[in-house]
Structure formats: C-alpha cells, structure tokens
C-alpha cells in the first residue's frame, strides 16, 4: 500500500472501465446480480478476448511477481519426486501446486495487499458514479422541460458493482428508433438504427410504452429482402431469447411465430413445392430456414426455466407454436404441386422433434400440450399419421430396387444442398415418426386415438399404429438420405421405428396397453413364420429387420404380461397344435438358425448377429421359470453348447497374423467377430443357470466350468450380464453355488480366490469408499458395513453342498506361524483364520498386539463383538424351533444392566436358554381323531378310501391340529402307507426285498456327520421327552439299516465330485424325524421307512433316498444334483413369481435364490426352523396329500414371511435373516386353505414333472 500511488489507481480504474465496458451487454441482461457475478466468474470460458484485458494482464504480472517463484520452485519439486516414483500425470501436479501456493504465507500476504488496493480503486469509483448520478438526473429534468428527444447520459463507465444501471432507453428515443426504422428510410438510416436498438439491453427496450409497436414494425420488418436487415432483426430476438425473462420472450416468440403463420398462409411468398424440393443454398430459403431454427432452438430451451413463470406464459408459447405447425395449404389436384407446410422446415431443423420430446416430459406443459392437441389441433397428429400410412404405402407399392432408388443421392461423407420432393417426404416421416412415439408413452397421449383420416373409411387405432410402425421395419429401405450424412444410418425407418418401439417397451404401463396384444405380435412374427415356410419375410426383410424384431421381442418378454402372452397367447387353453404361441415360433426359428437349417441366410456376415438377437430373446424366456418350462422340449442348451464347441474350435485354429502381412487388418477382425460370437453363446449358455431345473441342463451340456469362468471375467471388469439383467449377477452366482459341480466350477474360475481376497482386503485394510460420520462411543455392530457385502457374498456361497466339496475330509492347516503378508484364499483358509481360533499363532495373526495381550486376562468384555459370539454359541448348542430355544438377544439392551444373559464358555449350557416345552404325551382320543383312524378300516374302492383319508385329513387339519401328533400321528402315518404300497397306480418305485438283520448292519460305520446328527437327534429327542434309554443305539442302527436297504438300489458311478464317492454327504435329517415320529421304536421306523421308500414322496421328503440311484437318469445323477432342487425348488421359485411377487423381487434385489434357503429348509426337514409339531405336521402334510405339498408349505413360508423378507431387503441382510432366524409365528394348518387353492392351481403341473424325474434326458 505504501507504493500505491494516485497514478497507480487511476489506472486501475482505467483498467477496470475496460473490462465493464466489454461484458456490458452481458452484464446488464443480467435478471440478477447473481447471474451477474455467475456471468464475470466464468469470463474466461465465454469471453475469447479474456487475456487481452488490460485488468486481467496485471493481476498475471501481479502474480507472477509475487508467486511465481515460489511455484516454480515446487513444480521442480514434483518433477523430482516424480522420476523418483510412478508418473502420477500433469492434473496431480497442477493439483498439488497449486494446494501448496494457496497455503503459502506469500500468496495469503498478496490477496490481503490486493484486496486492499482493490477497495480503494472501487470506493472511488463508487464515489464518482453517485456524483455522475446527480449531475444526470439534473440533466434529464432540463431535458424533459424542454421536451426535447434526448436519451440518458451512459453511465456504464461508472457503472456500480451490481453492473444493472447501464443507460435507460427514454420514449423519445425508441420513438427515433421507430421512424428510423421505417421502409421509407434510407438503407444506412434503418441499419443505423437496427445497430442502436441491438446494442441496447433488451429489458429496456422490452419495458418501454412503444413496445408493442416496434414489436409490430420488426415483425413487418422480417420480411425485408435485404438479407443482412432480417439477419440484424433475427440477432436481436436471438439476443431477447438469450438474455431476457419469460414474459418478455413470449412476446418475442409469439411474434415470431405468428409472423411465420401469416408468412406459410400468404399467396404472395415464394414458398417451394413438394415436387420442386428445397435448395437450401436460396437466399428465400436460407432465410426461412434461419427463422425456422430459431423458433426451433428457443422451443428446445424453454421447458427448462419455463415452470417457474405463471402457466399462461407457457400456454401461449405451445399454442402459437400448435397454430403454426397446423397450418395447411389447400390441396391442388396434384400431390406434386403440393405447397410445403411450416412442419417440412421445422422437420428439416429437427428432424427427431426434440422439441416435442422436451415438452412432454415434464407434466407442467404436457398437460397443456395434450389438451390443445385433442381440442385444437388434432390435425397435427392426424397428418403424422397419414405420413406415416402414405410412406408405408410408398414402401410396399415400390420394388425393392426403385424403394432404394430413391436414396440414390445417399453420398457417403459428402455434403448436399438439395433435398427432392421424396427425401423431404420422408424427413417429415420421420419426425412423424418420433411426435408419435413420444406421444404414445403417456395415458392421455393414447387417449387421442383412435384417428379419423380423409380418404380412409376406419379409423387408425393404436394397435393399427403400432402395427404399422413394425411392418416400416421389414418393408422399408435400408439407407435412406438424411440431413446428417455422416450418421444416416441412424436415420433408416428400421432402425427409428425400432427406437421408437424401444422406449415403448421400457414403460411398463405403456408396454402392456401397446405392444402386449396378439395382432402386434403375430406381425412381429410374421416374417419369422414365412421364413419357417421357406419363403422370405417380405421383399426387403434384411437381416437388419431380423435384429430389430429380435431386440423388440427380448423387451416385451422382459414385461410379465408381455412373457405370458408369448408363453401362452390370449387364450391360455389353445393347445399349440392349433395355434402356436409366439414363444414356439421364436424357438424354431432360433433353433433352425442354430443348426444353419435356414439357407436364404447361409455365408451372411450378419447371421451370427442375428442368431445372437433371437437367442437373446430365447434367454430372456429360459432365464425364467415358466419361461423353461415351455422350452424344454427344443433342448435349446444342447443346440447353443454345440454351436459354442464348434465356435471354440475356430477360433483356436485362426492364424496369428504376421506382421507387415496384408491380411493383418482383416484377420483380426475375423478373430475378434469369432470371439465376441463365443463369448455371446457362453452367455447366453450361463443364463439356464438362473433357474435350479435350467442348473440342471447347464450341467448336463459339460459346459458349466467354462460358463462359469466367463461369469468371472465379467464380474472382475464389473460388467453386468446383459443389458436386460438388472441386479447383477447375485442369482446366477447362488444358483451356480447351490450344487457341488457349481462349487467346483466357482473354485476353478477363481471367484472364490477372488472373493476371500476381498474380504481378508476390507478386514485388514477397511475400504476407501466408506464414511465415518459419527462414530458411536461404544462398538455395538458386530460386523463393519465396509465388511458386510464380501460376507453376504460368502453366505451365498457357503450352501451345505458347497461346503462339503470344498473342505470336506480336509484337515485345518493349524500352522505354527503365520505371517502377516499371507493372504487366505480358499474356504479353509477362512475356517481356520477366522473361525477356529485355537492357536497363540492364530490369534496374534488375526489381532494387533493390544488387542491379543487381553485375552489372557479372566472374564468378558461386554461389546457388540462378544455378545454376537454368546449368540452363535447358544444357537449351535441348542436345537428346536422359535417356542423350543431360548436364545440371547444380538444387541445390548440401555439400562444400567446391559446385557444380563450369562456368557455361555463352557459345557452345560445355562438353564436359562432352556425352553419349558409341553410334554409329548400320547394325545387322548378324539372324535375328529376317531373319524380319521375309522377311515382305515372301511372296504370302499381303493381311490374312494384314499381321498376320503385325505379329505378327513384336511378337516382335522383345519379344526384340530394339535391331535395329530404322538401315537396317534404314528399310527397314522403306518396304516396310510401301508395302504397306498397295496395299490400299485400309488406306487412309484419297485418293491425291494430286504432281509438284512442287526447283526449284519452292526459292524458297519457311519460317517462323522451321521453321528454328531445322532447325538442331536437324541438330545433334541429327550428335551422333547419323546426318547427313552437306548435310543442312541436305536438310532444308530436304523441309519446303518438305512444306508444298507439303499445300497440295493445305487449303481457305482465314476465322478471327481466328493458327494458322489460312497454314501449321501450328510445327515439324514429325515430318518431321525421319523424315528422321532415313531417314538424311538427301531422296528416301526425301519418297517415304514422300507414301505414308504416305494411312495413318489420318499424321494421329495427323504433327500437320501435317491442319492445315485439306479432310478434316475445316468446324466440326472453324474450332475450331483437332487430332484428336491431341480423340481420342488424350480416350482417354488415359479409359483413364488406369480403368487408373492414383491417377495420373489425382493431376492433377485438381494442377489439371493429363494431355492437355496429352500433347499436348506427341506434338506434339515426344518429342524430350528420350525417347532416340532409343526416338523411333524409338514412331514404328514406331505405323507398324506401329495409330495406338491412340499412346495405349496414353502411358498406359504413365504407368504407368511412377507413384511420380515422386505425389510431385511431394505437393510441388506435377508440371506442372514432367512438362514439364520427360525420361522416365528408360522403354523401349517393355519394356511391350509391357501394351500388348497395353490393344489388346485398348480397340481397337474407339479405332479407330472415330478413323476418324470426318472425320464432319461432326450
């Protein structure tokens, strides 16, 4: 400041003057100081003499004096350091620089010595402005007593800093304006006064009284032929449109828009012919065009502020723009004299009607717009319309030459100035196109058909629109001319029909009330139907075509109502030999393209795409439960893993290109197309995995490791599977890790590696991405949420049937070190570092030196950690349902007493986790009871007896459920099985003779699972009070009876799977239900076991019952993979969809199967899950009405489950919850009558397929 001289500040303010004077126009259209201060903030990306300011040179010497060698000195620096390590790029350096001068103690002393010399250099300004301002309104009074046309003085030199007090435009000079303005003036006189009024800021000239009338004189004035007077007159509305508020641009706009009305409806214009065509290189033309587009440009700005202005505004806006579009010459005799209407040239500037897409997306304007379309100007959908017809017309009529032949002057890369009669017909077609299909996406925009035309006797329904718009795809030509040359490919009637049907397809509500009808998609499929007959599709139906039909068909699938209609047509009981439904065509024709057996196709270089396309809609079906159901019998698996093979050998034969060849280019792209087609059909093979039975055939092709592994590549470049796949690829990869194949394929692949890598990653190391906020005083979670998703993805992985392939007979590594840089990578590595911590090693690897140092130390330290732990221990040492288990809460409770459950550390578990259960006492005769026991000794017909049992059954199930249980449920059970073995039509598989005794079965041992299941089944046994002395023993030997009797019925099977070497991988959860059931009565329950073992419902309820079983097919049983997940789980999955379906979407979003929890819940016969009457009321449920029961008991699972499933949804952890919490509150007589309903539903179905297990695979 000492240095600042009073020369120095007049300079500064000579400096400053400069810089005001230039931003002047943009400063003072300013509608705020803040858009003023937005508009100097931003200067130098919008003004490009920005450097050149005098102001702007001596802030840069100012700083380059202060600071720049300070930043050369740290640039230096990080150069330096950059050599030293990896190069980090210019940005990072730019970054870094300019942190460490802004943090500097020089850069702080210059903005202070800068600011000050600043509020000198404004405060005198300031100073001089206020006595301007005197002086001025001094001489604007003498002027007004003297009356005479003067004009302010421009203050804009001494402007203050909101920079909104310019100069003011006085009447007497717009009154100049208007004189000058007039036709009768001289050329210079009028330009002279264009200039003035363009330099003016526009509120000014807006706000004067004489407005309106100067609004009127430019808009005569538009029609001067002097090219640069219209040009001036256009900036200026250019510059209103830019600068001014809403209300002030209407009036512009209107003007404008009423000028070009009157323009169109004069006799006296030269306006250019249909047959003539448009040379847009016309003076007439070129200034039409400017007019046109910028109506246009402002039409496509205006929603965007318009909704904070009175709806009026808005109104006004789209009505005078409707009027113009509307109007329409009177016809000549000949189309050809035809004089072009205002829609040709706004076609011609916007030709996909952006215009009209923004308007109608915000519902503020779309309201107004539907409304005057459906009471004034409906003609403007009705001639889109008739454009439509008569381009569809014109395609059919023509043959396939002259319809290309009218694109003749499609010129590659080359710009042409001359659009013919046809070519502008079909611009307009296509912004016809787009009004339409932008129309139809709203309620009330479908609401305006159906439409009366002239010359035509129907009406043009919707479905007649949308019909029309699909057969444009395969009659019309492929490369039409465009106003874009470059992109004209965009532009064919294919490829803009298509988008158009595509965003249709996307809008669900729109989707069902558009294109979910049969007449729309028999015209999809006609071409598919002709070619199948042998004959082509239509004259020009290209392979293009097939593409667009193909992706529009895989979009209407992916609609529920739109996947029934092609599963089942409109009418569900047509058989398809009478009418083929949509889905039968589609495969076919897949199949048939496929095989090649299609040979109009054969050599094309597009037919891998096209097989790609009607593939993808086959996928979009199969990936669905019903969807399989329905393409079963094409055995489209087989047909796409045989294409892949043959794929696969390709392109391992391509040769490597040499280099300098000429063949290189085109080699390569042969690979490339090679590897994307084999790519395609791995993915289109992996996506059978998203339904348990579609598992099952993936399997059976041999080709799931390599499916899998692609699954892999996908998701380490975090691609999603498709772009119809929404939640990534959490299904495919739990269904994939349900079977002991898939664990194996998932372990091959990497993913598991992959996965553990992860988790270990966020234990040790915590993620970047995740915010602290506010951070509790005391840690309650027992896990971090940086940590949950890489659990969940291990619950999801960790089923039984991957477990025990994966660590099964292995030996934990217990090393005596571990150093910190090992990484686990595998199951066991987790079990063994996380889990079974029972090494001094273990511990210090897993905990910091502080941490580890407490656990010598006595007692408990009570937090979220610990009481998570006492939880699980509880849960792993107790058995029973939610009324038979006491287990400690999760979360520490407020209080002074936090948590008054004692630590359960060693054996016996505290009393308080015992439940008082009731006793099971034999259940006193009842007249209910009496009725169903009397069932068994009457002689009716055997199908009479038998549906009378189950009849009485029922009853007793709906009144009194609690009698069935204890020996009246033994007895039960004994006398109805043994009844149905008398009638052979009930039994499924053959009668086995089996003498073995206890004596031969003795010696024999069981696995380690069966016996620790052994000494739960009894413990959990004697806690019900259903066991007596001995029954360990009992157990035993029922089992090892067990594992003999099934031997009889086993082939001997060469497999590298670990659960297919010996005898069933688990316990059998059933079995010891049934010794339950029975009391602990050896002898009853192995003479049940060998009787029911005959029944369909043995190999539903009794999972060991078919483990590699003769009974089976070869391929059902070297897949590894049991009827209850191939069948019973498909159907609930299917019946899940349709029955609850906010459930059913709640596990895609969660990225978890409903058929492995289910799978889980049958495999344990719901031990924990359920009380015990109610594991007894499942099992005779079963028994007693039908092995379809199973699945109908599960989806009332879910039903009763409902509320619990979304909110676990919500808060991201359902597969815990679902696998972890019993089912409280569930009882299965309680939804007995629903599932009556779902047996009359779904029984044919159900029970054929499950009778078919045994049919060997075609």
């Known amino acids: 400041m000492a240095h600042f001289s009073r020369e120095d500040e007049t300079k500064l303010q000579a400096m400053l003057r400069q810089l005001f004077q230039s931003v002047k126009e943009k400063i003072t259209g300013a509608p705020s100081l803040e858009c003023a201060e937005e508009i100097l903030l931003h200067l130098e990306e919008t003004d490009e003499n920005f450097h050149n300011y005098e102001f702007v040179k001596y802030l840069r010497q100012r700083i380059c004096n202060t600071l720049g060698a300070m930043i050369e000195e740290e640039m230096e620096k990080c150069i330096s350091d950059q050599n030293q390590v990896e190069e980090t790029g210019y940005d990072t350096v730019v970054q870094h620089v300019t942190k460490r001068t802004q943090e500097s103690k020089e850069y702080k002393e210059m903005m202070h010595s800068l600011k000050s010399t600043m509020i000198v250099v404004v405060d005198s300004m300031i100073n001089r402005f206020e006595e301007d301002e005197i002086r001025s309104q001094e001489r604007q009074k003498k002027i007004q007593k003297e009356k005479s046309s ?94 001014s508020p809403l209300h002030m641009t209407k009036e512009i706009y209107t003007s404008l828009a009423k000028y070009l009305e009157l323009y169109f409806l004069s006799r006296e214009n030269h306006i250019p012919t249909l047959s003539a065509g448009v040379d847009i290189t016309n003076p007439n033309v070129i200034r039409l065009l400017k007019k046109v587009r910028l109506l246009n440009e402002y039409q496509k700005e205006a929603p965007s502020f318009w909704i904070r202005h009175p709806e009026k505004y808005m109104e006004e806006i789209v009505e005078s723009t409707l009027s113009l579009l509307s109007v329409k010459h009177n016809q000549s005799h000949h189309a050809s004299q035809k004089i072009l209407d205002p829609i040709y040239f706004f076609a011609l500037v916007d030709t996909r009607a952006v215009w009209f897409k923004k308007w109608m997306h915000a519902y503020y304007s779309r309201t107004a717009v539907l409304r005057l379309l459906e009471t004034k100007y409906k003609s403007l959908i009705t001639t889109a319309v008739q454009q439509c017809i008569q381009y569809f017309e014109l395609c059919e009529t023509m043959k396939a030459e002259e319809a290309l032949g009218h694109s003749k002057h499609c010129r590659n890369n080359q710009r042409t100035f001359y659009y013919l009669g046809q070519e502008l017909q079909y611009i307009y077609f296509i912004h016809s196109v787009c009004l339409l299909g932008r129309l139809l996406i709203y309620t009330q925009g479908r609401k305006l058909f159906p439409i009366k035309l002239k010359n035509r006797k129907d009406s043009v329904s919707l479905t007649d629109l949308l019909v029309l718009f699909i057969q444009l795809i395969y009659y019309s030509p492929s490369c039409p001319k465009m106003t874009s040359v470059v992109h004209s490919e965009n532009y064919s009637p294919g490829s803009m029909v298509t988008e158009v049907l595509q965003i249709l397809c996307d809008q669900k509500e729109c989707a069902i009330e558009c294109l979910c009808n049969n007449t729309v998609i028999e015209t999809l499929l006609q071409p598919i139907h002709n070619l199948m ?306 090494s001094e090693a273990k511990i210090r690897s897993l905990f910091n030196y502080e941490q580890s140092h407490i656990f010598g130390l006595r007692g408990f330290i009570i937090d ?121 039509s009930e039994c499924y598989f053959p009668s086995v003779e089996y003498t073995a005794t206890d004596a031969n079965v003795r010696n024999e041992s069981l696995s380690s699972v069966q016996q620790l299941g052994i000494k739960m089944t009894v413990r959990y046994g004697k806690f019900l009070n259903l066991f007596k002395d001995g029954a360990e023993n009992d157990l035993t030997l029922v089992l090892k009876h067990c594992e003999r009797f099934l031997k009889q019925q086993q082939d001997s099977i060469k497999s590298s799977l670990l659960c297919l070497q010996g005898s069933y991988a688990g316990h059998d959860w059933f079995v010891s239900s049934l010794f339950m059931i029975m009391l602990g009565d050896k002898e009853k329950t192995i003479q049940f076991l060998q009787q029911f073992s005959r029944l369909l419902t043995s190999a539903f309820l009794w999972l060991p019952r078919l483990h590699i079983s003769r009974y089976l097919p070869v391929d059902t049983v070297a897949s590894g993979i049991h009827p209850v997940y191939f069948c019973s789980s498909h159907y609930i999955e299917m019946l899940l969809k349709a029955e609850v379906p906010l459930v059913f979407s709640a596990f895609h979003m969660s990225g978890f199967a409903p058929s492995q929890i289910c799978l889980q819940w049958i495999t344990q016969c719901f031990w924990n899950y359920l009380d015990w009457i109610e594991i007894c009321h499942y099992i005779a449920t079963c028994v007693f009405l039908g092995p379809d029961y199973q699945v109908y008991i599960c989806i009332a699972i879910f039903k009763h489950l409902q509320q619990d499933i979304l909110q676990h949804t919500q808060t991201q952890d359902l597969q815990v919850f679902l696998k972890e919490e019993a089912l409280h509150g569930f009882r299965v007589s309680n939804y007995f009558e629903y599932m009556e309903i779902l047996e009359q539903n779904y029984r044919p179905m159900l029970l054929r397929d499950m009778r078919n297990i045994r049919v060997q695979s075609t």
């Open 150 to 243: 003067s004009y302010c003085t421009d203050n804009c030199s001494d402007s203050d800093s909101s920079f909104n007090q310019s100069y003011k435009f006085c009447q007497g000079k717009l009154q100049l304006i208007l004189e000058q303005l007039d036709p009768g003036q001289p050329k210079e006189v009028r330009y002279e006064a264009l200039q003035t009024l363009c330099s003016a800021p526009p509120s000014d000239v807006l706000n004067c009284e004489n407005w309106t009338t100067l609004c009127e004189k430019l808009t005569v004035s538009l029609s001067d032929p002097d090219p640069v007077f219209s040009d001036r007159i256009l900036k200026f509305y250019a510059q209103t449109f830019t600068l």
């Open 533 to 838: 007959k042998g004959s082509e599709a239509a004259p020009n139906c290209s392979e293009t075509a097939l593409i667009h039909i193909a992706d529009i068909l895989a979009r209407i699938a992916l609609v529920e109502e739109g996947l029934i209609l092609l599963l089942y047509g409109e009418n569900v009981n047509s058989s398809e030999e009478e009418s083929p439904t949509g889905v039968h065509i589609i495969a076919r024709f897949s199949k048939k393209l496929l095989d090649e057996d299609i040979s109009i196709f054969s050599g094309s270089e597009m037919l891998p795409v096209v097989k790609g396309a009607f593939i993808s809609v086959c996928r979009q079906i199969y990936s669905t439960c019903e969807g399989l159901q329905v393409l079963m019998p094409y055995n489209l698996h087989e047909s796409i893993a045989k294409a892949w093979k043959k794929t696969s050998l390709l392109s391992e034969r391509i040769p490597t290109p040499v280099e300098g060849s000429d063949s290189v280019s085109s080699a390569s792209q042969e690979s490339q197309n090679i590897v994307a087609w084999e790519e395609n059909l791995l993915d289109d093979l992996l996506n059978f995995a998203a339904t348990p039975k579609g598992l099952l055939l993936l399997q059976r092709t041999g080709c799931i490791n390599e499916c899998v592994t692609f699954m892999f590549s996908q998701y380490a470049k975090k691609l999603q599977i498709s772009r119809h796949k929404k939640f990534g690829y959490g299904v495919l990869f739990t269904q994939v890790a349900s079977t002991a194949a898939g664990a194996i394929a998932l372990q091959n692949s990497g993913f598991i590696n992959a996965l553990i890598t992860e988790l270990w990653s966020n234990l040790e190391y915590g993620r970047d991405d995740v915010r602290v906020t506010h951070p509790r005083s005391t840690p309650v979670d027992p896990i971090d949420r940086s940590c949950q998703k890489s659990f969940l993805a291990l619950v999801n992985l960790l089923s039984y049937p991957v477990v025990y392939e994966l660590v099964g007979n292995q030996d934990l590594p217990n090393k005596a070190e571990y150093s910190l840089r090992e990484v686990p990578t595998c199951v066991i590595d987790i079990i063994d570092r996380l889990m079974v911590l029972n």
């Open 864 to 984: 979220g950690l610990s009481v998570e732990r006492n939880h699980v221990l509880v849960r792993m040492n107790l058995i029973g349902g939610p009324l038979e288990r006491i287990l400690p809460p999760r979360i520490l409770e407020k209080g002074e007493n936090p948590y008054p459950w004692p630590m359960f550390s060693s054996y016996p578990l505290p009393n308080c986790y015992l439940s008082e259960v009731t006793r099971n006492d034999d259940t006193k005769e009842d007249n209910d009871l009496g009725k169903l026991l009397l069932c068994f000794k009457m002689s009716d017909k055997q199908t009479e007896w038998i549906e009378n049992c189950r009849r009485q059954f029922c009853k007793t199930m709906k009144v009194k459920p609690d009698i069935i249980s204890g020996g009246a449920l033994v007895e039960l059970l004994e006398k109805f099985v043994l009844h149905l073995t008398e009638s052979p």
